[in-house]
């Protein structure tokens, strides 16, 4: 297992991906301290010890926050989607399949892997934009947190997807065009309970409903980080452990599949 994660560490090196965070955060931290003239002007001209935007900028700041690590999470989907199609190609299959390990562990160890690499990447760049709207802007909320966890849950979440596909169609660009899929599939059919009005057939709006529950669902998942990083309560986790479902099912067929192929 270390083992494949350090190879998964040097191959994010050696293709030069980590750049892509590293530009982002570097774009996130420009634009927070381009804002923070903004806070400095409200300190002049409000009271003294009184918030006169009524924590605007903490709202502004969780949300900023949110959006950046959604952001570098896609970032990270789209990075590693041909990760696995690219080592299974003909000729370079049979060099990691003949290692002493199983099918199962190969591929259950290069998803975590990836997902440690990449995640951790994440969190770390999550943390210095978190750092500098500390400084810029006197932010600090321990609730955020959520947002990490959030991010790193839904990371988990696509890469069940990206790796399924991969193996599945042996195709990087058919693995991301997946996980486009999916993310327009799943903001469709956020919609599901609008088809009832619109869709005069019962069973079409059933199937609608059924499929809703079935797909993942990280656009929600989404809003259920941003909500308890603002202290907000939670209507509803089905989202969550639906989604974990989804990913976990996935994850079992996708070892059921790769066991059976023939390379």
């Not at 989907?77 to 099918?103: C, D, H, Q, W």
């Not at 696509?158 to 596909?165: F, R």
């Amino acid at each position: 297992m270390n083992g494949m994660i350090h190879d998964c560490l040097l191959e994010m090196v050696d293709r030069k991906a980590i750049w892509m965070f590293v530009v982002v955060t570097i774009i996130a931290a420009l634009i927070i301290v381009a804002t923070s003239s903004f806070s400095a002007q409200f300190e002049i001209e409000g009271q003294p010890d009184v918030d006169p935007l009524g924590g605007v900028i903490d709202v502004a700041a969780t949300k900023g926050l949110a959006s950046h690590l959604g952001f570098m999470m896609f970032l990270a989907v789209f990075a590693t989607a041909g990760i696995i199609p690219n080592m299974l190609v003909r000729g370079r299959a049979e060099y990691y399949l003949s290692k002493p390990i199983s099918r199962t562990t190969f591929y259950l160890g290069r998803l975590v892997s990836i997902w440690l690499v990449y995640g951790a990447t994440i969190v770390v760049c999550g943390l210095v934009t978190l750092l500098l709207l500390y400084l810029s802007h006197g932010y600090s909320n321990a609730n955020v947190v959520y947002l990490f966890v959030e991010c790193l849950f839904s990371y988990f979440i696509w890469l069940s997807i990206t790796t399924c596909a991969g193996i599945v169609f042996g195709s990087t660009a058919l693995a991301m065009m997946t996980a486009f899929l999916t993310y327009v599939l799943q903001i469709i059919l956020s919609f599901h309970e609008v088809f009832h009005d619109f869709v005069g057939d019962k069973a079409i709006a059933k199937v609608g409903d059924f499929l809703y529950y079935i797909f993942p669902k990280t656009g929600e998942i989404g809003e259920i980080g941003e909500s308890l990083a603002m202290g907000e309560t939670v209507g509803s986790w089905m989202p969550v452990w639906s989604s974990l479902l989804f990913a976990l099912a996935l994850i079992w067929t996708t070892v059921l599949v790769f066991n059976r192929k023939d390379y």
